[in-house]
């Protein structure tokens, strides 16, 4: 009886083992030499008691910078200068910019003098949305609830562009009794924006987006892509009747998402997660962008970018450090389980197909790293390196080498990590 027991015991063992066989049968992550993080990156997220930080980490070793409560110091607000010496950031509803290298903070002052639109609140939310550096370095621009703020290291600037306002009077009938005389109120509505993007050191562009509802009738319109020359003698705003959201750029050419067959009240969506679906990615000169002409004729673009397959849900991209190449990294399949990528370079100038293959990438389901959400990634500027870093689904950093597939985690303090806001050499 006893045998019988024991056989019965070793039948059901082996089954257990035929069963999880077959279970992980699938596709298994590449096993391939995990990438160095050389340098030096800067992570924005959350620490163990919940409050908001930025550290820099060098040779594994991350130094807080920045620290405050989630609500008074928005991290997506945070962006670090070109050369690393500058940190721009919103605190407690107060534009900043630190020197890191003294520590000193200088608070945003804003110049006598109005900005060509009306600014339709005083007041500045938490959530205020970003802030992004002209490639010289000497400037920072802040998108927040006020409008366009361009600020010099020192904290000294003006208002370019505030959320433009339209106001019209609406009439109410009372439909029990027609032959009452009509109420009246005022109305109004305020455009959103998108967050501005430099391009080049004295443009910068963004979509002020009006509400598509029945009461905004009169409203400023919807999908006005709007660029800003930023000057000494003021502020010149441009509005193109464009239909494309700028999301990178690099030198002279920027990168943008191009919907001809949306409306021009349409809401316009970026390059890569797009909830409605990626238009068509186009890479074009800097320069193209004021012709109004281009609404309607996106032959003036360079060519089109839709073979990159960078408007595919989790595509990251980024322009390589010194040579302005566009690289875009995009899965084959939406299944979190494939490991298949196509690994784009552009050049940056004609727009043209330098190298493309398919390459296994040790990150997602069962893989130490999971994927990137998608969109711009920070890329390790040393010559030669073809690693980049991200915040992961999860919270952690991710680093990938796009030239071997391999995948390794950059540790440190945070529970949480939110963005990887840049990749230095020093």
């Not at 290298?101 to 200088?106: L, S, V």
């Not at 009169?218 to 700028?246: F, I, K, S």
């Not at 370079?345 to 197909?353: C, F, K, P």
Request: charged content about 20%.
């Amino acid at each position: 009886m006893m045998h019988i027991a024991r056989c019965v015991r070793v039948a059901f063992t082996a089954l257990a083992l035929l069963v999880v066989g077959a279970c992980s049968s699938g596709p298994q992550p590449p096993d391939l030499a995990a990438p160095k993080a050389t340098g030096t990156v800067y992570v924005a997220g959350r620490a163990d008691d919940g409050s908001a930080k930025v550290w820099r980490v060098t040779d594994g070793s991350a130094k807080p910078l920045l620290s405050g409560k989630p609500r008074q110091l928005p991290l997506a607000s945070v962006s670090l200068s070109p050369d690393g010496g500058h940190l721009a950031y919103v605190s407690d509803g107060t534009m900043y910019v630190m020197d890191l290298r003294t520590g000193a903070a200088h608070a945003g002052r804003s110049t006598a003098g109005s900005a060509p639109d009306a600014v339709t609140e005083s007041g500045m939310p938490d959530d205020a949305q970003c802030s992004t550096w002209s490639s010289d370095g000497k400037h920072v621009a802040f998108t927040v609830q006020r409008g366009v703020f361009v600020f010099d290291t020192a904290g000294k600037g003006a208002l370019v562009a505030g959320r433009p306002v339209s106001r019209w009077r609406e009439g109410q009938r009372d439909l029990r009794n027609l032959a009452s005389a009509p109420s009246y109120h005022d109305a109004s509505a305020t455009s959103q924006m998108t967050c501005a993007r430099w391009l080049g050191t004295e443009q910068l562009a963004f979509d002020r987006l009006g509400h598509d509802t029945a009461q905004s009738i009169g409203a400023a319109e919807a999908d006005t892509t709007t660029l800003a020359r930023v000057g000494t003698t003021g502020p010149v705003l441009t509005d193109v009747l464009a239909r494309w959201t700028a999301s990178d750029a690099c030198d002279r050419r920027v990168l943008l998402d191009y919907h001809p067959e949306q409306s021009l009240t349409a809401t316009p969506s970026p390059v890569a997660n797009s909830g409605r679906g990626p238009g068509r990615p186009l890479i074009m000169a800097i320069d193209s962008l004021a012709q109004r002409t281009y609404a309607d004729n996106p032959t003036l673009a360079a060519r089109d970018l839709t073979a990159t397959g960078i408007g595919a849900k989790g595509s990251v991209w980024y322009f390589t450090p010194g040579s302005c190449q566009l690289v875009t990294a995009a899965p084959k399949s939406q299944d979190d389980g494939t490991y298949d990528y196509l690994v784009t370079t552009v050049d940056g100038t004609s727009g043209a197909t330098v190298k493309q293959r398919t390459l296994p990438l040790a990150i997602g389901a069962g893989a130490a790293v999971s994927r990137p959400d998608g969109g711009h990634v920070a890329a390790n500027p040393a010559s030669g390196a073809h690693t980049v870093a991200y915040a992961t689904r999860d919270g952690r950093v991710g680093v990938l080498d796009l030239a071997s597939g391999g995948a390794t985690e950059l540790t440190g303090p945070w529970k949480n990590a939110e963005a990887v806001l840049a990749w230095r050499a020093g």
